[in-house]
């Protein structure tokens, strides 16, 4: 008997129809991958379900129960828990009180928190997960956060869980450490229904995987009858090849350069970047590439060492700084560094050269217009117009506003720092093809990723950074997964 049974459930928006007649049911104990492309509909579908947002059609039948209409109180009560794309936490609070927030724990007038911290030690200590329950959120690793989320989740009494793509800014290790958290709850009966864009994942960790194309419900298989390429070709509608770019050689021109710059190590980096180059940065989580990227877009400011821009030495004050000398980022967390989700997408696209086209502060409205219906149609974006808020974008749309912004600004220098996390495969191509179009303009990019195909397949030289200091560079031919694991594990 499945635990969850999903009939026809249908959710409009002005101008998108974002769930269609989606129809599907889970058991007890089973895995199941949600898959699709970006704006496919898997996010609108577990809010619907956790009574998050309202659907227009259909039903829900939760252990026999029918509802043509949830509320979260009552989702909750029925046992759907969710992990939500974006962080729900409190920064400022500790573990143990995000994870029983909107709880009570103690008497009527006074929180009892060393029960509060008992009890959240007992969830951690299940798993054998070391995390100091006292501890205010603010202060962990992003891994610690996406553990704090999956205890706050299953801290009540679970029958289905949701997880939308909390692997995305986990590491391989550290999604090692979730996959058995998940198994565990497998073990317990709980259905999972775990959404990822790493389809590697699924054969990993799912018993059957849904299939969403469009609001569609597509189909719904044993991960036993697929393939990697079946998968694709399911969620795409269309056959796709996974290939990167043929790059064509690099001038020796040197655009960026950085003369013995300390970032948080204790040796100086040494780094040259040329014209139209794609130097991938590569590293495990925390060596500290991100640092690096901020100090070249002046975000963070270089105390000790030099950086040129075409020969020239230059100190950049700011980050605004850095675009007005052509340097671009492209942050590796867009929610919160990327774009302002509460405006829509001309907005966000033009923010950076405002200046460029307005005229006595009065922005032409017209050319924001026009570049914003460049980008749009360039990049491919899925919406219905223009003047969409970008928070209502699926999150792989949101990650093409926040290249477009860079873009207009017309830099010479960018950025991408984990350029297609939570990307779907076909938009991954896409930016594939725009990165490797941007560098026969004769931009250069520096490319921080971690997705280790990527990293050696768009790169045309890597650098390894260990503990804040380069530990080896890696020439084209020289290419190899084993020869970056090596740099970035030696100490
Ligand atoms: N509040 C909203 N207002 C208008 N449209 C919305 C809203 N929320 C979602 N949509 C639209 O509904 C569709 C489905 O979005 P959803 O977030 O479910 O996609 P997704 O499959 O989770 O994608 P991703 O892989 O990028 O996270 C998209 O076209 C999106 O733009
Ligand atoms: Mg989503």
């Known amino acids: 008997m499945s635990i969850l049974k999903v009939e026809n459930l249908t959710k409009r928006y002005p101008g998108v129809v974002a769930l269609d007649q989606v129809s599907f049911e889970i058991e007890p104990g089973e895995i199941r991958g949600l898959i699709g492309e970006n704006g496919a509909g898997k996010s609108t579908i577990i809010k619907s379900i956790a009574g998050a947002i309202s659907f227009d059609e259909g039903k829900l039948i939760i252990d026999g129960r029918e509802y043509t209409s949830i509320a979260p109180t009552e989702a909750i009560k029925q046992g759907i828990s969710v992990i939500y794309q974006e962080f729900n936490l409190i920064p400022s609070m500790t573990v143990a009180e995000n994870i029983f927030l909107g709880e009570r724990i103690g008497s009527k007038f006074k929180v009892d928190f060393k029960e509060m911290n008992r009890k959240a030690r007992e969830i951690f200590d299940r798993f054998g997960v070391e ?26 009494d679970v029958k289905v ?43 990993e960790i799912c018993d059957s995987v849904t299939v969403m194309r469009d609001g569609h419900t597509i189909e719904t298989r044993k991960i036993e009858d697929l393939d990697r390429h079946t998968l694709i070709k399911l969620m795409v509608g269309r056959e796709l090849n996974e290939t990167y770019p043929e790059r064509i050689p690099v001038s020796d021109e040197v655009v960026l350069e950085l003369k013995n710059v300390y970032g948080n190590g204790d040796v100086g980096i040494d780094l040259k970047l040329h014209r139209g180059e794609i130097l991938g940065l590569g590293g495990l989580v925390g060596c500290g590439r991100t640092e690096l990227a901020k100090m070249i877009y002046g975000a963070v400011p270089i105390e000790r060492g030099e950086m040129l821009l075409f020969g020239e030495p230059v ?27 509460d405006f829509p997408i001309d907005w966000n696209v033009v923010v950076q050269c405002l200046r460029k086209i307005s005229k006595n502060s009065v922005v032409d409205t017209g050319k ?35 290249v477009a912004k860079v873009l207009a600004t017309h830099t010479k220098v960018i950025i991408f720092d984990e350029p297609t996390r939570g990307i779907d495969v076909g938009a991954k191509q896409e930016i594939y093809r725009l990165m490797n179009d941007l560098t026969k303009q004769g931009i250069s990019i520096l490319m921080i990723s971690s997705d280790m195909e990527e990293l050696l397949g768009m790169s045309d030289r890597i650098v390894v950074l260990n503990e804040g200091a380069i530990a080896g560079e890696i020439e084209k031919a020289e290419f190899s997964q084993i020869a970056v694991m090596e740099l970035a594990s030696s100490n």
């Open 131 to 156: 995390i100091d329950t006292t501890a205010p959120v603010g202060s962990l690793s992003t891994a610690q956060m996406q553990l704090v989320e999956i205890a706050k989740a299953i801290s009540k």
């Open 161 to 203: 869980l949701f997880m939308d793509e909390p692997s995305a800014s986990l590491s391989v290790s550290e999604t090692k450490v979730m996959f058995e958290i998940v198994r565990a709850l497998k073990k317990d009966g709980l259905a999972i229904v775990y959404v990822s864009h790493r389809l590697e994942e699924l054969f």
């Open 315 to 341: 100190r950049l004050s700011s980050p605004a700084d850095a675009i007005e000398k052509g340097i671009g980022l492209i942050p590796e967390d867009r929610k919160t560094e990327g774009v302002f989700i």
């Open 368 to 402: 924001m217009d026009e570049i914003s219906k460049r980008y749009i149609g360039e990049m491919k974006i899925a919406t219905p117009s223009p003047h969409q808020l970008v928070k209502n974008l699926s999150g792989g749309n949101q990650q093409k506003v926040v």
